[in-house]
């Protein structure tokens, strides 16, 4: 029973003295610390992995963009229409998700202290020239359609009179 007191004794004073104390204070501290640099660290990590996207982004479309542009060089043909409602779906997609990534991909650069690129000069999509209408046939022309109204028209007054059985209208 004796060594039992004097063990007990030996953990009371080790638990109990100032110098455990400011040990586990010391650790707890440290390990603050590391956790708060490892995060911060990850951060950077996330805003490079950003920036790196967005430059192979970039590079992919300019790529695309300068193959497509070598590629229609050598047919000299036009686009067909089926092709145009394509483009204009694919046009504000990207439009869509550009204005959402521009800002997050600011504060990336931002905090990684890395300067804004300069807006590189797009290329004007080259502009179709309108089909050429066939002559119409000698004549009158054809009556236009009337335009149509967006909401049906209302009468502006209603005018009641009463009519004896004797009168007859005008």
């Known amino acids: 029973m004796d060594t039992i007191k004097e063990q007990a004794n030996v953990v009371g004073q080790l ?9 586990y204070k010391k650790t707890l501290t440290r390990t603050w610390d590391i956790l708060r640099e490892v995060g911060v660290l990850l951060w ?32 000299e043909q036009s686009p067909s229409t089926d092709a145009e409602p394509v483009a204009a779906t694919g046009q504000a997609l990207l ?46 022309p054809a009556p236009a359609e009337p335009p149509a109204l967006a909401e049906p028209l209302a009468p502006v007054a209603t005018v009641s009179a009463e009519l004896d059985d004797e009168e007859e209208p005008a």
């Not at 638990?15 to 040990?23: A, C, N, P, W, Y």
């Not at 790196?52 to 542009?69: K, N």
């Open 15 to 23: 638990l109990f003295s100032g110098e455990t104390g400011e040990i």
């Open 44 to 75: 950077l990590v996330v805003c490079l992995t950003l920036v790196g996207g967005e430059w192979f982004y970039h590079t992919a479309v300019g790529l695309g963009r300068s193959t497509r542009t070598w590629y229609a060089g050598l047919g």
């Open 95 to 140: 439009d869509t998700v550009q204005s959402g990534t521009s800002y997050l991909l600011a504060q990336a650069r931002q905090q990684l202290g890395i300067p804004a690129p300069e807006p590189q000069p797009t290329p004007a999509p080259p502009v179709a020239s309108p089909p050429v209408e066939a002559p119409t046939p000698s004549g009158p």
